[in-house]
Antibody, heavy 120, light 106 residues
C-alpha cells in the first residue's frame, strides 16, 4: 500500500519561499507520476503540479506557473514542491499524491497533507 | 483547458436513500473521469476511475456512468459512512481540474 508523508509546511510572509517534501514508500516510486494538490480552508480541491516518473516532464496549474517548481529524487523516493513569491491565496493544505501510471492518469493515493499559511 | 462543473453543491439524504451527483466537462474527455470521497479532516480517497470502474475495496453500492461530457456518481442504499464530500476530476490531459464538490448531508 502506498504511503505518502508530507513535511515542510509553515507560516510564511507574502513574497516568501517554502519547500515542501513528500516521502513515498510502499510502491515502486520511480514507476509513477506524482502530483501536488491543494485545498484552501473550507474550499475544494485544486490540482497544482505534476511530474512524470523519470522527471522528464512537468506541468503546472496556471495559478502557480512560474512561481512553483516540482521535482523528485528517485534515489530517495522523494518529491518536492519549491514555492516562491508566495501569496495569501496560496494558503492551503497541500497534498502529495501518487498517480496510477508513469504520466497522465488518475490519482490513486494521497498523503495526509501539510499546511502552508501565507500571512504577514 | 478542460473544466468540470459538478452539481449539486449540497445534497440532503437519509440512510437507505439513493442519490446521484453529476459532473459535466467543458469538452469531451472520453471516459477520463474519476470520483473521490473526502471526509472532514481527511485526505480524499479514490472511488471510481475511467468513469465507471470501482477502485479496489470500494463497496458496490457506488457506481459511475457517463462518457464524453456528462457523467454521474450514484450511491444506492446510503450508509452512515457515506455522508461526506464528493469530487469529480478529469484527467484527459494536464492541467487536471476538479469539480467544486458535493457535500452529502444527512
Amino acid at each position: 500500500e502506498a504511503q505518502l508523508l508530507e513535511s515542510g509546511g509553515d507560516l510564511v510572509q507574502p513574497g516568501g519561499s517554502l519547500r515542501l517534501s513528500c516521502a513515498a514508500s510502499g510502491f515502486n516510486f520511480d514507476a509513477y507520476a506524482m502530483s501536488w494538490v491543494r485545498q484552501a480552508p473550507g474550499k475544494g480541491l485544486e490540482w497544482v503540479a505534476a511530474i512524470s516518473d523519470v522527471a522528464d516532464i512537468t506541468f503546472y496549474a496556471e495559478s502557480v506557473r512560474g512561481r512553483f517548481a516540482i521535482s523528485r529524487d528517485n534515489t530517495k523516493n522523494m518529491v518536492y514542491l519549491q514555492m516562491t513569491s508566495l501569496r495569501a491565496e496560496d494558503t492551503a493544505l497541500y497534498y502529495c499524491a501518487k498517480e496510477s501510471a508513469p504520466w497522465g492518469k488518475m490519482i490513486d493515493s494521497w498523503g495526509q497533507g501539510v499546511q502552508v499559511s501565507v500571512s504577514s | 483547458d478542460v473544466q468540470v462543473t459538478q452539481s449539486p453543491s449540497t445534497l440532503s439524504a437519509s440512510v437507505g436513500d439513493r442519490v446521484t451527483i453529476t459532473c459535466r466537462a467543458s469538452q469531451s474527455i472520453s471516459r477520463w473521469l474519476a470520483w473521490y470521497q473526502q471526509k472532514p479532516g481527511k485526505a480524499p480517497k479514490l472511488l471510481i476511475y475511467e468513469a465507471s470502474t470501482l477502485h479496489t475495496g470500494v463497496p458496490s453500492r457506488f457506481s459511475g456512468s457517463g462518457s464524453g461530457t456528462d457523467f454521474s456518481l450514484t450511491i444506492r442504499n446510503l450508509q452512515p459512512d457515506d455522508f461526506a464530500s464528493y469530487y469529480c476530476q478529469h484527467y484527459v490531459r494536464y492541467p487536471y481540474s476538479f469539480g467544486r464538490g458535493t457535500s452529502l448531508q444527512i
